[in-house]
């Protein structure tokens, strides 16, 4: 489904502070997929994930989704297929818009005309399978909610127009653990209930051991391991790295 | 009072248009400044020309409009920072309001019997500087009859209520529309688009589009207020436009005060309200401060001064240190109570 083959980028290119983000990155992830990608800082997490949002060009080598070439779209266009929730709760959702209105733009994506759209039901069900009651509070503002509530709107919001793809950046290390685990398991049932493609980033090495199908590791801009394995053997992976890590 | 509320009325569409851009899209555009003269320039010239006043305060309103367009695509597309962009499409905007009216100023044509629009001064009973310059408004402008093609303006000038509800139609339409198309997809993503614009990315919309519909609706507002306000005081000036953005600002920041939180039409009220009063304000500082040595002159320093204050005063009430200043002062007077 998407598709990376020899990508590279490099910030301030010619500059004396030229930086090579990503090495000549090959990488296919398959419809349906779970795949957790971890690697410290710096190693070109998030350029991989700009890189998939159009937010940042390729110097060199091609990405595709569904066999189609998306070097060069803009955003807004890279945007119909690809749904996204970031750390800070507060960047997917609207906060001076109420949660109706955040579930209406959510609804569909791509250019907006001067007509009344109403809330479909498809959202409202969405809503309701949370379990925190916020479809009885539909004109409440979005950034009155707690950090949880707000994060799991977002989340409601970037799968609401059904995307091909979820990219998720570290959507819970803002959150407190109880928060944390209930966004994973909205995480896991959007994957293993909707079937959407998950990507998700993150820190949090029980996370990674406990979720994902796949383990994607990087380090200094370079794609060191993939490896597509049983919950037990990613668990005792990410058990080695944080040995490694801590020795 | 009438001519006071009439000119507020019509200054509130520039507040609208000041809301619009610095309150809903978040994009602090000084244009304004410029649009202003620019709808105010359209619309005499037009009546010049012999086109009806309705159609000339609506060229005017899409002269502002293209002065938004203009600021937004060079902010968005050349990546220029809005405000740099706004002050480059004012100052672009300063010869071509020169162009259009062919000099610094340029009277409202009038026909035989028309009144011209009470001015400041007198709606305030008058100051000092009307006897210094009553020699050269006398000479002000060329005379009616020296024009040969003449329409009639929009406005009486006769306070009598005509022009007000005249004033009040365009005020209650331009409310009407502007909280309908808010509660449109579109109007919801420009709002969407004020509180997090890169949020608007990941739905597949364009920001540069948002940009851009935000600012053409804001300056349409305060072009169509700037070419209502030339017709109903009787005159253009290249000038006139200087200071506009601060003393929108300041009417959205009265209305807010006065309206608080309540966001019926999406907050629209507030810079109507707010531009009534902000009128009320000044003439009667022209009207009483003269006496302790105020000069019409310095109004916009007063202008300028009380936006500054206000900002001041909020951003200090929501310090942290202000914050647990209040805290401690309600655990008292709580604990105090309790005592009882």
């Known amino acids: 489904m998407v598709e990376l083959q020899g990508v590279t980028v490099t910030y301030n290119k010619g500059m004396p502070n ?12 398959n419809e349906g997929e779970f795949v957790t990608i971890i690697g410290p800082n710096g190693a070109g997490k998030t350029t991989l994930l700009k890189v998939l949002l159009g937010e940042v060009s390729p110097l060199k080598g091609t990405y595709r989704i569904d066999g189609k070439l998306m070097n060069n779209r803009p955003p807004h266009h890279l945007a119909r297929f690809i749904g996204r929730v970031y750390q800070d709760p507060n960047t997917g959702i609207f906060p001076s818009l109420s949660i109706k209105e955040n579930l209406l733009i959510a609804a569909k ?37 707690s950090g949880g509530q707000k994060q799991s709107l977002a989340m409601i919001m970037a799968i609401s127009s059904c995307p091909r793809l979820l990219l998720l950046d570290e959507h819970t290390a803002a959150l407190d653990p109880r928060s944390a685990k209930s966004i994973m398991d909205l995480t896991m049932s959007i994957n293993g209930e909707k079937g959407i493609t998950v990507m998700m980033i993150t820190h949090n090495m029980e996370f990674a051991g406990l979720y994902g199908r796949r383990l994607v590791e990087f380090h200094e801009g370079s794609l060191i391991k993939s490896e597509a394995r049983s919950t037990q053997g990613l668990r005792s992976s990410v058990d080695r790295q944080v040995s490694s890590a801590v020795l | 009072m009438l001519a006071i509320i009439e000119q507020g009325l019509i200054l509130s569409l520039l507040s609208i248009g000041v809301f619009l851009a610095f309150r809903v899209v978040n ?3 000084l244009t304004v400044d410029g649009s202003f003269a620019l709808g105010a320039a ?4 037009a009546l010049f020309e012999g086109i009806s006043p309705i159609m000339a305060i609506t060229m005017a309103a899409v002269g502002g409009a293209l002065a938004g367009f203009i600021t937004a695509l060079i902010h968005r597309r050349f990546k220029v920072n809005v405000l740099l962009a706004g002050i480059l499409v004012m100052t672009m905007l300063y010869s071509v309001n020169l162009r259009i009216m062919g000099g610094p100023n340029l009277p409202v044509p009038r026909v035989s019997g028309q009144q011209q629009a009470p001015s400041y001064e007198s709606m305030s009973g008058g100051t000092l500087l009307d006897d210094l310059f009553a020699d050269s408004k006398a000479a002000d402008g060329p005379s009616a009859a020296a024009q040969k093609k003449t329409v009639a303006n929009l406005f009486t000038g006769r306070l009598d209520g005509q022009d007000l509800s005249k004033i009040s139609i365009v005020i209650i339409g331009a409310l009407l529309l502007l909280s309908l198309f808010l509660r449109t997809d579109l109007g919801t993503s420009l709002r969407a688009f004020g509180c997090n614009p890169a949020g608007v990315t990941a739905f597949g919309i364009s920001q540069t589009f948002l940009a851009i519909t935000g600012l053409v609706i804001g300056n349409l507002m305060v072009g169509l207020s700037g070419g209502l306000f030339a017709l109903y005081s009787g005159f253009s000036d290249v000038t006139l436009g200087q200071g506009m953005v601060v003393t929108g600002l300041a009417s959205v920041i009265l209305g807010e005060i006065i309206f608080g939180k309540v966001k019926f039409l999406y907050g629209l009220l507030a810079p109507v309200a707010g531009g009534v009063l902000y009128q009320a304000l000044l003439s009667t500082a022209m009207r009483y401060g003269y006496r302790i040595g105020f000069l019409a002159s310095d109004m916009k320093l007063l202008t300028a001064l009380f936006v ?3 900002i001041g005063v909020r951003q200090l009430a929501s310090s942290p240190r202000k914050q647990r200043f209040r805290a401690e002062v309600k655990r008292l007077w709580l604990n105090s109570r309790g005592s009882r």
């Open chain 2, 42 to 45: 359209i619309a005499v010239k």
């Open chain 1, 109 to 145: 994506k791509g250019f907006r005309t001067i007509r009344f759209s109403k809330l479909k039901k498809e959202g409202l069900d969405l809503l309701e399978g949370l379990g925190l009651g916020l479809e009885k509070r539909l004109g409440v503002l979005a950034g009155e909610l």
């Open chain 1, 18 to 29: 030229e930086q090579k983000a990503l090495r000549d990155i090959s990488l296919t992830v």
């Open chain 2, 27 to 29: 994009l602090p555009d």
């Open chain 2, 308 to 310: 500054i204050s206000v």
